[in-house]
């Protein structure tokens, strides 16, 4: 900010030197991402995968004791995701998230080695502490690297490689499965998949850049062009001093509790569809092998539906996020409800109806994005964040309770759980849009009593770098 106030602020940005850096901003940065992302959805959906190879039989699972290997990983996400969003403040975002995806690797390698349910609910619970810094850091990262326009599409990048992981898992665990050695199929899927993520932690503790001063790859100029260019974002870029007030105005914005129910409605299925949704299928009428098999369709539905999400809201005037969001999840109610009404002998056409259900995975993605681009002020943003995903803890902790043993395989509790789920992310993203029209009406009306000679380029340069609240600064428009 300092260079930025001292400097000509006036001089616009050379458009072409500009997309010239965000190209070489994406070639270096969002391979680490969309790649972490990746390994991280395998690592959780190991489980899923392992319990068609005869998990819960090997090691005697009975009642809900399935169930509990799942939410018992969000536990130790909900119990850590604070402290960690703090240690990001105060420590290195990127070494951050690599120390603990090399860990995280090693406790999924211990899986493998489990012959009983209680280490197994220690591991999982370990494995969620450690993973709970992995979508916090991205979005922080992103927030740190894009203005508020780039961000939904670079998410949406991101989030398409929910539905890679998914097809890519698929695949990985049907190739596994083949496996003929002294160990049972599903121990070689813990071990193979966390060793893959040790071995990416090392790589992005040496090459992923947290910020522009960080970047050994840009050149001087293309560093103070690189945090020049955020100034319209009116969020700042990083600040390691924790204000209290930030956190007290954060409790008390009730778009913190949008997005916290937009959490637990998104994950309430999620924690379904990770963990049940290779039995779902299987409980169509299709063999263990195939059934890892069809995931794959799943993943590239999951793949299409983000990529064509990301690009419709970018062209639509506003970019009517919310809009976009409540499509989607229409698509998936019309598929849960398919799922859930034909009758079990049609195979094929229940499959169908479960891929539908896919994108859903939309509305996740699309709630990221609201959240870098309508919280300003860097303790605010990291505590609103923290709120998300404690909210993404509970949904996916209660989201396997939905599923009863005795209810299997067409789980009926679970599917109409999934189904109200749906409707509620509906009502959420529609009334989301309402509040924060509004806002922006109430903020232009004290822009405007400020007078003209309250907007002017230095202003606007302080009050982008100073951070400040999406609250405080009266600059600041919210996006819906």
Known sequence: MKILVAGNVDEVVDPVAENKLVRKIDMYIMPFLCITYL????????????????????LHLHGTQYSWLSSIFYFGFLIFEYPTNFFMQKLSVSKWLAVNIFLWGGITMAQGGVNHFEPFMALRFIMGMLESCATPATILLIGMWYKIEEQPI????????????NAFGGLLAFGIGHIQGSFASWRYQFIIVGAVSSVWAIVVFFGLAENAASARWLSPEQ????????????????????????????LLDPKTWFFFFFGVSTQVVNGAASNF???????FGFTTLKTTLLQIPY??????????????????????????AIVYVLVSLVGIIGVYTIPRHNHWALLVCYWLTGTYTVSYSMAL???????????????VTAIFFISYCTGNIVGPFAFKPSEAPKYQSGIIAIL?????????????AVY?????????????????DADNEQARTIASFNDLTDKENVFFRYTY
Do not use: H
């Not at 949704?277 to 409980?283: D, E, F, H, M, V």
């Open 277 to 283: 949704g290779s039995l779902i299928i299987k409980g």
């Open 420 to 432: 109200v789920a749906y409707c509620v992310e509906i009502a959420l993203f529609a009334l989301f």
């Open 223 to 250: 560093r103070i062009l690189a945090v020049q260019r955020l100034r319209v974002n009116n969020t700042g870029i990083k600040n390691k001093e924790i204000k209290r007030y930030q956190i007290v105005e954060a």
């Open 154 to 165: 670079r998410i949406g990048i991101w989030a398409m490689f929910l539905g890679i992981s």
């Open 299 to 324: 993943g590239f539905l999951i793949l299409v539906a983000n990529i064509s999400a990301m690009y419709i809201q970018r062209w639509l005037p506003g970019q009517r996020r919310c809009i976009v």
């Open 39 to 58: 390994i991280t959805y395998i690592d959780k959906a190991t489980l899923g995968y392992a319990a068609v190879f005869d998990l819960p039989k090997d």
């Open 436 to 452: 924060v029209a509004m806002m922006n009406r109430k903020k232009q009306s004290i822009f405007e009593e400020l007078g003209p």
């Open 369 to 383: 994005s609201l959240i870098t681009a309508n919280i300003g002020g860097y303790t605010k943003r990291s505590t």
